[in-house]
């Protein structure tokens, strides 16, 4: 590896950590968002949708983008979506310009994760590429975590302006009308957005060739692929997780204020902020057990847990709802990489053109909190939120119907303790030594 691919990886980490900062911050905003616009629910529930419907929209052709422009212009120009997104909400704060504005935001959003993926791979080196992977999974559930406690400091620090100490407070104070607080954030984001625009301008990236299975395929390939049956359902599990994950997110802030009387600007954006650091603690975990039981189980197991769970969080009292919101995230966190797992290793050919189908599911995320919002703007949030059983109970049926060509590798209780040993002999050898390990895994 040059020594300036080891920087490269780093700056992919870097554009993880800003796009799940950027992207799982609206549930602790859509309460601030209903109360200060004077919307309703089901007029709040178009604010996900506005940015999740980028996914549906731009997954595909952001993958042919990337193929004949290569990964640099497409990463300035999904910086610049999103910077002008957030610019513009953060100038002209009203509801039609903040869908606008989490339209743009998403379409820079998708672009990025096209990109980066791939550039992982190269920059890190391919048989690093599972463990970078993870890593990246990790800081892109630390970004989810950091962003709702961000908030939380900037409004409550810029509703009493006598607070609004330090530069970064006092610049952001004559920039914010005092009835919107939480406006500051988009500020945050212009800035950080671009910052990141002209980080990826300076830097200079490796070339490389996409692997067979980066590559989104021509048109006739994503049709062959949408007549198969197996290809149908499973875009159905992708739009049901995503629908779930942010339906959860997305609301559990503004059902915790209305039923409980938490206090949507501390208590429920720390709530959504402890939903995305489980998520990102059951992912190590789920590692281990994927390593132990067939992914199905463990999916089956996962989603049991999710159901009972979300049975507490909708009719349990007030610290009980609080914590099963909370434990939801440990409980969602295996499902997409299971998923997505078994739907690859389903098909013979096309892996590219399925990943871009299967991506394109991710606009689940815009019409299940859609349906949250305008069910309960009709027979209320809490019964509202009970579509979200029904995607849960289609991804505990993956368990039971899933049938993969390729079964993920598990060890054998005999095989366990051997395999610890070598893990930790591989800890203790030299760093030279680890390259041979990690391509034998």
């Given at each position: 590896m040059n020594q300036r691919r080891?920087?490269?990886?780093?700056?992919?980490?870097?554009?993880?950590?800003?796009?799940?900062?950027?992207?799982?911050i609206l549930g602790p905003l859509i309460p601030d968002i209903i109360s200060g616009f004077h919307i309703t629910l089901?007029?709040?529930?178009?604010?996900?949708?506005?940015?999740?419907?980028?996914?549906?929209?731009?997954?595909?052709?952001?993958?042919?983008?990337?193929?004949?422009?290569?990964?640099?212009?497409?990463?300035?120009?999904?910086?610049?979506?999103?910077?002008?997104?957030?610019?513009?909400?953060?100038?002209?704060?009203?509801?039609?310009?903040?869908?606008?504005?989490?339209?743009?935001?998403?379409?820079?959003?998708?672009?990025?994760q096209v990109a980066i993926n791939p550039l992982l791979r190269v920059a890190g080196g391919e048989e690093h590429f599972a463990a970078n992977s993870?890593?990246?999974?990790?800081?892109?559930?630390?970004?989810?975590?950091?962003?709702?406690f961000v908030y939380s400091y900037l409004v409550t620090h810029l509703q009493d302006r006598q607070l609004a100490s330090g530069p970064i407070l006092a610049t952001l104070a004559p920039l914010v009308p005092r009835a919107f607080p939480w406006v500051s954030l988009y500020w945050?984001?212009?800035?950080?957005?671009?910052?990141?625009?002209?980080?990826?301008?300076?830097v200079r990236l490796p070339r490389y060739e996409l692997a067979e299975g980066e590559k989104i395929g021509p048109w006739p390939?994503?049709?062959?692929?949408?007549?198969?049956?197996?290809?149908?359902?499973?875009?159905l599990a992708i739009f049901c997780y995503v629908g779930l994950e942010q339906g959860i997110a997305?609301?559990?802030?503004?059902?915790?204020?209305?039923?409980?009387?938490?206090?949507?600007?501390?208590?429920?954006?720390?709530?959504?902020?402890?939903?995305?650091?489980?998520?990102?603690?059951?992912?190590?975990?789920?590692?281990?057990?994927?390593?132990?039981?067939?992914?199905?189980?463990?999916?089956?197991?996962f989603a049991a847990a999710a159901i009972l769970a979300l049975t507490t969080a909708l009719l349990g009292g007030a610290s009980l709802s609080y914590a099963s919101f909370i434990a939801l995230g440990f409980f969602l966190s295996v499902m997409w990489s299971v998923i997505f797992a078994l739907a690859l290793n389903s098909v013979e050919r096309h892996h590219g053109s399925l990943s871009g189908i299967l991506c394109t599911a991710i606009v689940g995320g815009a019409f299940v909190s859609l349906a949250v919002g305008w069910l309960g703007e009709r027979v209320g949030l809490r019964a509202g939120m009970l579509v979200l059983y029904v995607a849960l109970a289609y991804i505990l049926s993956i368990g039971f119907w899933a049938r993969p060509l390729v079964n993920n590798a598990t060890l054998s209780v005999r095989d366990l303790v051997p395999a610890m040993r070598e893990a930790f002999a591989h800890l203790r050898r030299p760093r030279a030594s680890a390259t041979a390990l990690e391509v034998r895994e």
């Open positions: 080891p920087w490269i990886v780093l700056l992919v980490f870097l554009i993880f950590f800003v796009i799940s900062f950027l992207t799982n089901g007029m709040a529930g178009f604010l996900p949708f506005a940015f999740f419907v980028a996914y549906g929209v731009m997954s595909i052709p952001a993958g042919m983008l990337l193929e004949r422009f290569r990964e640099k212009p497409v990463m300035i120009a999904a910086f610049a979506s999103a910077f002008a997104g957030s610019l513009l909400f953060a100038t002209t704060p009203t509801y039609p310009i903040a869908l606008l504005s989490l339209f743009l935001i998403g379409i820079g959003m998708t672009m990025l993870v890593a990246a999974q990790l800081v892109f559930g630390a970004g989810s975590f950091v962003s709702p945050v984001f212009a800035a950080i957005t671009l910052l990141m625009a002209i980080l990826a301008t300076a390939a994503h049709r062959e692929l949408l007549r198969r049956p197996v290809v149908r359902l499973y875009f997305n609301w559990s802030s503004k059902f915790l204020a209305t039923y409980h009387g938490f206090d949507p600007q501390t208590d429920g954006a720390h709530a959504v902020a402890l939903f995305w650091g489980l998520m990102t603690v059951g992912c190590v975990a789920g590692l281990v057990l994927l390593k132990l039981f067939d992914s199905r189980k463990v999916l089956i197991g």
